[in-house]
């Protein structure tokens, strides 16, 4: 069940805390060290229906990312851990096209605050082919996210998280790129 299915039943519960602008301060300020700050965007939060884009859900993220930075951490945004809207099932037959769409607006949104990306974990084939997935969202972040929000150089790093232990700071200079080729 994903974000706005929970949230609609009542409420939302991570780890014992509200979710919200409560639950991911209290998680932010309680990270020290590690120079990365890895949090979910949930899809189903910021388009609840096919193609309609949440605006104040989405600054909800744009939040998330400028409180990280102000912190002196460098914000790393997942697309997609392990729930899908509840309006794909109905669309399954082009969900990963959805999902490259979803990632797109994403980088348009934050792209500018969001250097570091993920764009799977703890996905268990509710997207179908996980491999076209994690490549068409790939290449629509490349695409789409052309800043370079750290003044490294590099506009965007892309990766999955698939099989490693998951970590909510993550150090960049750690972070692998994977997907439709090497870092560009």
């Not at 060290?33 to 910021?46: K, L, M, Q």
């Not at 949440?54 to 939040?63: K, L, M, S, T």
């Not at 790939?138 to 590099?154: E, I, P, R, S």
Request: cysteine-free; overall charge negative; aromatic content about 10%.
């Amino acid at each position: 069940m994903g974000w706005h299915m929970r949230a609609a039943a009542g409420g939302v519960l991570l780890a014992g805390l509200a979710s919200g602008p409560v639950a991911w301060a209290q998680g932010l300020d309680s990270a020290t060290g590690g120079g990365a700050y890895r949090f979910n965007i949930e899809w189903s939060r910021v388009e609840p229906a096919p193609g309609t884009f949440d605006a104040r859900e989405i600054d909800h993220y744009r939040q998330v990312a400028e409180r990280a930075r102000r912190q002196g951490q460098q914000p790393v945004a997942n697309l997609f851990h392990g729930s899908v809207p509840a309006w794909a099932t109905s669309h399954l037959a082009d969900v990963d096209a959805r999902f490259r769409d979803y990632a797109e607006r994403m980088a348009v949104e934050l792209g500018d605050l969001i250097d570091y990306w993920t764009t799977l974990d703890e996905a268990t084939g509710q997207l179908g082919d996980l491999a076209l997935a994690h490549r068409a969202a790939y290449l629509a972040l490349k695409a789409a996210d052309t800043w370079d929000a750290d003044g490294d150089g590099f506009p965007s790093m892309v990766g999955a998280i698939d099989g490693l232990e998951p970590q909510d700071r993550l150090p960049p200079s750690r972070f692998l790129e994977t997907g439709a080729g090497a870092r560009d």
